[in-house]
């Protein structure tokens, strides 16, 4: 303490509260302790109260300035006129009048509402004793796009069907895609009377899938019997009920490191909306005009959106990484990573329209991926037998498990019983219960560098590949969990 100011400041952590303690020879009225409070920084909140209490009780600490705190925001909500599981789940069953399983799909007719965006309410700011903003918690805001079938109404934020069909949602962070697709049923087995069925849509079985069949659809398939000797092909999830034996099934489509581009693109968009209304308010103050953009772009990012240097780091590395890429070298023409990185570059922002435009961009970019990729797709069902499996996104084998087959996700893989033969790929994780045979089959486990995998028994003769590493089991272990240790070698770990 300065011995000259015969009074003591204890401010909090936070800077919203301070006391005093004045000494007993302390010779100043309360105005003058407000005045020296004054010149230590403190401009906001001061209680004439305080200093008049504290100069009536000396060498006890009053409370002598209070912030204002941030006013906390309300978050968007929706109206779904369906329930949610609906909308993102896959068809349930339900039972009849004769106690027999009966199975409806979700649709809507032309015209009809399916969802209301109802906008929330952004917080209002606070400040600290010594005057500096607080800006309250960001609020929860969701973006709707609408894909085919669906549009918006004139607010902008009703989602209105335009066809006749299942509706479906997808929640991707802040995003709400909504999407209605048409729908074939196929009421019975499909077997070589109809051997090749073919759909620009979803494709519901209520049957089983037979030998020397195949079903080839734009969106989902789901079986609700069994899939032997026959071929699936799916722009989207697959969902079969029972088993898939002597078959092949797939789901999406296979460039990974495209599909990669997608989520990173979303998370670019929503930081340079948000980073567009911010600067549009700041450019309205007199204390902000004078200054470039670049700078003040540059700042706000730093405090506010700190993570997008990273996303831009990570987008320029995936860039030189899809280079090389078949599918990247058709579109090359029409989205050149390089120049957009640029353009998603603050150095290079001159006015906020720049801002505004490289938004529209990357939109663009986002867009263009997913007619190229496709959407995250699934595969679940019971039992593998004998069978090529690929998704883009997870595989789910829920009951007795995989034997002598090929599995492979850019995602994770998850077998809930027995891995027997065959090789199991995944981009991240798997998850298995018993892998391998007392007998000793070779069955392969394999993930991306950065994956793991987790069993609760493995045989010998398993062999466990995490990125180029690779290690082969000379006898039985049991609940593990296999990553990479900091040698980059293949570690086992009990669990």
């Known amino acids: 303490m300065d011995q000259q100011k015969k009074w003591r400041l204890y401010v909090s952590e936070d800077r919203m509260e301070a006391q005093i303690s004045v000494d007993r020879d302390y010779e100043g009225d309360a105005e003058k302790l407000l005045d020296e409070l004054r010149k230590e920084g403190i401009n906001f909140g001061l209680l004439e109260s305080g200093a008049a209490e504290a100069l009536a009780n000396r060498e006890m600490n009053v409370l002598i300035a209070r ?9 968007d909500e929706v109206d779904y006129s369906l329930p949610l599981e609906e909308l993102t789940g896959e068809i349930t069953p339900d039972v009849s009048k004769d106690l027999r399983l009966a199975y409806k799909v979700p649709s809507v007719q032309e015209g009809e509402v399916i969802a209301r965006l109802c906008p929330g309410r952004q917080g209002e700011p606070g400040q600290d004793i010594y005057g500096k903003k607080i800006a309250p ?13 669906v549009r918006l109404d004139k607010d902008g934020l009703t989602v209105i069907s335009t066809a006749v069909g299942r509706p479906r949602l997808e ?8 999407q209605v697709s048409s729908v074939y049923t196929h009421n019975t087995d499909l077997t070589q009377e109809t051997a090749h069925l073919k759909f620009d849509g979803d494709v519901v079985i209520r049957g089983s899938v037979l030998e020397g069949t195949t079903v080839s659809a734009t969106g989902h398939v789901e079986v609700l019997g069994n899939v032997v000797g026959a071929e699936i ?23 990974g490191q495209l599909a990669e581009l997608i989520p990173l693109f979303e998370d ?3 930081v340079l909306t948000d980073l567009e209304k911010v600067l549009q308010q700041l450019s309205e103050q007199e204390q902000f005009k004078k200054l470039p953009l670049t700078a003040l772009a540059g700042k706000v990012i730093e405090l506010n959106f700190g ?3 990273q ?4 987008l320029n590395g995936k860039a030189k990484s899809v280079a090389t890429t078949a599918a990247y070298k058709d579109i090359k023409d029409k989205l050149n990573l390089s120049e957009l990185a640029e353009d998603l570059n603050s150095q290079y922002w001159q006015a906020i329209t720049d801002i505004s435009a490289a938004a529209a961009k990357a939109s663009e970019a986002r867009t263009m991926l997913q007619s190229v990729t496709g959407a995250k797709a699934d595969v679940h069902c019971s039992y593998v037998l004998n069978s090529k499996i690929y998704a883009s996104g997870n595989i789910v084998v829920t009951r007795q498990g995989s034997i002598h087959s090929q599995l492979q996700a850019l995602g994770e893989i998850e077998v809930s019983g027995t891995i027997r033969g065959g090789t199991i790929t995944a981009g991240t994780i798997i998850k298995a219960g018993n892998v391998g045979s007392e007998a000793g089959a070779v069955t392969g486990l394999k993930v991306g560098r950065k994956g793991w995998i987790e069993v609760n028994t493995a045989f010998e003769n398993t062999v466990f590949i995490i990125g180029e590493s690779r290690h082969k089991l000379s006898d039985t272990i049991g609940r593990s969990r296999i990553i990479l240790d900091q040698d980059a070698l293949v570690s086992i770990r009990p669990r």
């Open 171 to 178: 929640i991707s962070g802040r995003q709400l895609r909504f």
């Open 233 to 255: 092909t799916a722009g989207q999830s697959v969902k079969i009920n029972g088993n898939i034996i002597q078959s092949s099934v797939k789901a999406g489509y296979e460039d």
């Open 311 to 314: 996303l831009m780091q990570q």
């Open 137 to 149: 918690p960001r609020i929860k805001q969701y973006r709707i796009v609408p894909l085919t079938g």
């Open 268 to 270: 670019i968009i929503q």
């Open 307 to 309: 993570d997008y240097p």
């Open 67 to 75: 912030g204002k705190p941030p006013v906390l925001g309300v978050d």
